[in-house]
């Protein structure tokens, strides 16, 4: 692809952050949703993580996307706008149990699969005639949706099969040279991409769990089911991101043990022995409760605690930022807790299993 001299990055004044209004009309905004009206990419925060946006509507826009990442083109895009008004450009016939969903979780970490218009670009959906749309809960990405007056297709910013990232320098050192510029609104909320669900289907189906979870989905609309596909090792033809191909991955061989937790460091330590007597430099994903415990062993060169398993929203927010902390640690070998897969544990335990590309040890 071509590559740019240089990605411009923006920086909005915190002074503005939280109000759209104010944010819309700022000189940063308005150049970056210039750049996306002339079919340009730009990397933009949301509450999860940082998107990779370009205008929905053009496949020759949208095909930037999946050359900055190296995305396989048969994995479809989410498409997020800034306001209602703008969900009757690419979705259409929605259903009863659609409209509750968006008025309970929009703005927010949702996403919904709905029937496509046919103004979507075909890239965006893989052929496929549904599409899957969101309203990001972040005033920068509604300014820019809004400004840029089209809906964004938008995947994470970083390079296919990297951690998502949830800084702006994360999207820097995946994408600097390849898209047209970067948004910084600094550190993302959530930290785990949103929660896809079909509700063209009854009862409706979680294709990816994430910062929604079934139990508050449930809430609203009763019964909803999980689609096996979003496990790893699954080759269905993939209905939303995330369902086909390892994600999420550090540079190092990753492993997930789970067990009761004697059992789990007892494997975990002979597991990472074995890699240190290869030459491997190792690395060990902790909680904060074991963190101490791994400090003094000896058998782990470098230990990253996620935080609390009390606090699983502590955990998602910080799980991609610890991915790539390995990664700059020169780490190899890579060991990890698990956790349970209820609440948003689930879509902790589904972006580790993917970033481990299956490997999971039980004891």
């Known amino acids: 692809m071509d590559l740019h001299e240089a990605t411009q990055v923006w920086i909005v004044d915190n002074d503005v952050e939280n109000d759209v209004e104010k944010i819309q009309s700022c000189s940063q905004i308005v150049d970056?949703?210039?750049?996306?009206?002339?079919?340009?990419?730009?990397?933009?925060?949301?509450?999860?993580?940082?998107?990779?946006?370009?205008?929905?509507?053009?496949?020759e826009s949208v095909e930037k996307i999946f050359l900055a990442k190296g995305r396989?083109?048969?994995?479809?895009?989410?498409?997020?706008?800034?306001?209602?008004?703008?969900?009757?450009?690419?979705?259409?016939?929605?259903?009863?149990?659609?409209?509750?969903?968006?008025?309970?979780?929009?703005?927010?970490?949702?996403?919904?699969?709905?029937?496509?218009?046919?103004?979507?670009?075909?890239?965006?959906?893989?052929?496929l005639d549904s599409v899957g749309v969101r309203m990001p809960d972040h005033p920068l990405a509604l300014a820019l949706i809004r400004e840029a007056g089209v809906p964004i297709a938008a995947p994470s910013a970083n390079r296919s099969g990297r951690p998502s990232p949830t800084t702006a320098d994360h999207v820097m050192t995946d994408l600097n040279g390849r898209v047209a510029g970067v948004l910084d609104g600094g550190p993302t909320g959530v930290g785990v991409e949103s929660t896809v669900i079909d509700v063209t289907v009854d009862p409706p189906v979680i294709l990816r769990p994430g910062g929604v979870t079934k139990e508050q989905l449930e809430e609203v609309i009763g019964?909803?089911?999980?689609?096996?596909?979003?496990?790893?090792?699954?080759?269905?033809?993939?209905?939303?991101?995330?369902?086909?191909?390892?994600?999420?991955?550090?540079?190092?061989?990753?492993?997930?043990?789970?067990?009761?937790?004697?059992?789990?460091?007892?494997?975990?330590?002979?597991?990472?022995?074995?890699?240190?007597?290869?030459?491997?430099?190792?690395?060990?994903?902790?909680?904060?409760?074991s963190a101490a415990y791994w400090e003094q062993n000896a058998d782990a060169d470098v230990v990253l605690s996620v935080g609390s398993a009390d606090h699983l929203d502590q955990v998602a927010q910080q799980l991609y930022a610890v991915l790539r902390k390995f990664d700059e640690e020169k780490v190899q070998y890579i060991v990890s807790e698990t956790f349970p897969r209820v609440g948003l544990g689930m879509a902790v335990m589904n972006r580790l299993e993917k970033a481990a590309g299956g490997r999971i040890l039980s004891v």
């Open 223 to 289: 019964p909803v089911e999980l689609d096996p596909s979003f496990q790893v090792g699954a080759v269905e033809t993939p209905r939303a991101p995330g369902m086909k191909y390892t994600h999420y991955a550090p540079e190092g061989e990753m492993w997930l043990v789970e067990g009761t937790p004697g059992h789990v460091r007892v494997r975990q330590a002979d597991m990472l022995r074995a890699a240190k007597e290869n030459g491997l430099r190792t690395g060990v994903l902790v909680t904060d409760a």
């Open 72 to 127: 396989p083109s048969d994995n479809p895009l989410i498409v997020h706008i800034g306001d209602k008004g703008q969900l009757s450009t690419v979705a259409r016939d929605v259903p009863e149990k659609g409209d509750r969903l968006m008025e309970a979780f929009w703005p927010g970490p949702l996403t919904i699969i709905l029937p496509k218009t046919d103004r979507v670009a075909s890239l965006v959906t893989a052929g």
């Open 32 to 59: 970056a949703a210039c750049l996306l009206r002339d079919g340009e990419v730009v990397a933009f925060p949301t509450e999860t993580v940082y998107g990779l946006g370009a205008n929905a509507l053009s496949n």
